[in-house]
């Protein structure tokens, strides 16, 4: 019997960062496989920061509305 | 009549596949050949854009196809090993979308689509069979698009790792095991689309894993069931024959 088809859904297993070099590795979530300056992974934790702080702010509103694609943007969610 | 050094030229073409060419057709396919070219390490055989009606049969050594993309970074989208047509998808194409280089010195033999024509008119299995690799390069295309979008950077090298193994087993360049690997970490990173900085890393990780090692273009595996498990390779897209197909994820430790 086949198993039933995996969709893609947003990463639950946070990926792991390394130093290689001086460079940051950057392993998962998923497939990503990305090495980065100190100076570009510095810009992405910040921005992955900014991101969940504003995920997190967001949480209690969309926890009762109906679900929704997770690549739908903040802003067509606040349409009526 | 074929002389021996000729027959030579066309000995891994479908070798230990699913499909495979009988005497009749090989000696076929060896009177197409024309004539036989080297080309040194770095050269370019084939360029993108550019009307060919040759296609090029790899004798010796390991070609690439390759794409180089505007910001300067060379993608290496196809390795290819002796037995490998590395443009045979030229005969409908009439020019390729990306280049073909010498990843080694090679050597080819050179089949010009006219004699493809006669083959195509007089001969319909091996017309097939001719067919069933332009299909097997496609499946090896497919499964690359699984590794880089679906495994991370030791998964990506592991499987890398394993295909070679299994396509360099199939035409007797490895013992199931060990074998020569061309390819320096920059190779291999243009492969899996990760830095070098990273290959290198997971180089150390596969060996400190008792997987494998890469040491002067050579690779060792110590274990390949586990190896396989870590790429999460199955070969079934190389379309080997059963007893191949069995020995390059570990299932029979006999040797060839």
Redo the contacts between chains.
Sequence with gaps: MKAPRAIFKPCSAPGKATVEAGIVLLDGPDGVAVAMTVECAEGTAASLREAVALARARAPASASAPAQRPDTDGARQSQP | MICPHQTMLTKNVLQNRSHVLSALERSILEGAIAETRTYAAGEVAVHQGMVVNISLLLVAGFMTRHIDAPDGRRHLVGIHLPGDFVDLHAYALKKLDHDVGALTDVTVAVIPHTALERIQAVHDHLTRQLWFLTLLDAAIHRQWIYR???????E?VAHLLCEMNARLLAIGLSDGNSFSLPMTQVDIGEV????N??V??VVRQLREMGLCTIKAAQVEIHDLKGLAAAGQFDPHYLYLNEQIAQRVTGRIPETL
């Design positions: 880089l979008s679906g495994l991370n950077a030791l990506r899996c689309s990760i830095t900085v990273h290198n890393r």
